[in-house]
T-cell receptor, first 114, second 114 residues
Framework: GAVVSQHPSRVICKSGTSVKIECRSL??????MFWYRQFPKQSLMLMAT?????????EQGVEKDKFLINHASLTLSTLTVTSAHPEDSSFYIC??????????FGSGTRLTVV | AQSVTQLDSQVPVFEEAPVELRCNYS??????LFWYVQYPNQGLQLLLK??????LVKGINGFEAEFNKSQTSFHLRKPSVHISDTAEYFC????????????FGKGTTLSVSS
């Protein structure tokens, strides 16, 4: 089946630094990928839609200058959290359309900013 | 626009009992429907999906769901649960349009005890 690989699974960074999260589709090409954020005990909130070769589309309230998304190839999308602060600590999950008409999710990245 | 309502935030059950997790959706267009399970600090695993055809959908781990268009529902059921089914369950809806993200319900915590 379709597999989306997300790395790193956990990262701890200092306040003010930047963190990059990678999301790769391993056995299919993903023209579109989606980035979600999940707070503890809460649902997934869509942050942005990433399209290969073009600018990402951000949801209302998501700072595009803080959450930089790059989708440079059909198999790789990255989310960079710039100048991270403790309030950016969260669980970030990527997703992509798969061949079967569904959506495959990465395993998530737990970001802790200290 | 689409929305998803999971009617129960928590469902406690005893092992080997049947369970139903309720999901209602709202949409002005035709949609695909999904159920995902999430274990702590992990990504989402697809349980089952409804794209078209038979309204009774069978998924992994003995789960099934029935699409009811008139009641705009997609309830998840399992005839006999195990301790290992303890997890967070998310219902999601996606419009039948390429490049569009899933919208999630708030989740239902299923707690199975012996």
């Amino acid at each position: 089946g379709a597999v989306v690989s997300q790395h790193p699974s956990r990262v701890i960074c200092k306040s003010g630094t930047s963190v990059k999260i990678e999301c790769r589709s391993l056995d299919f090409q993903a023209t579109t990928m989606f980035w979600y954020r999940q707070f503890p005990k809460q649902s997934l909130m869509l942050m942005a839609t990433s399209n290969e070769g073009s600018k990402a589309t951000y949801e209302q309230g998501v700072e595009k200058d803080k959450f930089l998304i790059n989708h440079a190839s059909l198999t790789l999308s990255t989310l960079t959290v710039t100048s991270a602060h403790p309030e950016d600590s969260s669980f970030y999950i990527c997703s992509a359309h798969d061949r079967g008409g569904g959506y495959t999710f990465g395993s998530g990245t737990r970001l802790t900013v200290v | 626009a689409q929305s998803v309502t999971q009617l129960d935030s928590q469902v406690p059950v005893f092992e080997e009992a049947p369970v139903e997790l309720r999901c209602n959706y709202s949409s002005s267009v035709s949609v695909y429907l999904f159920w995902y399970v999430q274990y702590p600090n992990q990504g989402l695993q697809l349980l089952l999906k409804y794209l078209s055809g038979s309204t009774l959908v069978k998924g992994i781990n003995g789960f099934e769901a029935e699409f009811n268009k008139s009641q705009t529902s997609f309830h998840l059921r399992k005839p006999s649960v195990h301790i290992s089914d303890t997890a967070e369950y998310f219902c999601a809806v996606g419009p039948r349009q390429a490049g569009t993200a899933l919208i999630f319900g708030k989740g239902t915590t299923l707690s199975v005890s012996s």
